[in-house]
């Protein structure tokens, strides 16, 4: 069993800059895919970015150029430092755990999210 807990959120103006992280439970945290999703009542969730144990990263589309994503293996955290922030980041963002391919249990991890509200 993995805990997720993430930290960070609040609230900004359009433009400005937050930074979200997550701290894991798990000794093995090295093993595992992090990545952070967000969510908005009402629609589904969004994936944001992942890092993998070697430090290679992707984001999606809306918010590539404007995030980056960080990890400390030795700490069990990663981050996501999200700049020129828009009303439409808006949203709660998750903290989430996948299985790297040295893995055999399939689980994922999610965490309760931390709310991020960007203002006009």
């Known amino acids: 069993q993995v805990q997720l807990v993430e930290s960070g959120g609040g609230s900004v103006q359009t433009g400005g800059s937050l930074k979200l992280s997550c701290a894991a439970s798990t000794p093995i945290f090295s093993f595992y895919v992090m990545g952070w999703y967000r969510q908005v009542p009402g629609k589904e969730r969004e994936w944001v970015a992942n890092i993998t144990s070697q430090g290679y990263t992707q984001f999606s589309d809306s918010v590539k150029g404007r995030f980056k994503i960080f990890r400390d293996n030795g700490k069990k955290t990663v981050d996501l430092q999200m700049n020129s922030l828009q009303p439409e980041d808006t949203a709660n963002y998750l903290c989430?755990?996948?299985?790297?391919?040295?893995?055999?249990?399939?689980?994922?991890?999610w965490g309760q999210g931390t709310q991020v509200t960007v203002s006009s």
């Open positions: 989430h755990a996948a299985p790297g391919i040295f893995l055999s249990d399939p689980r994922q991890y």
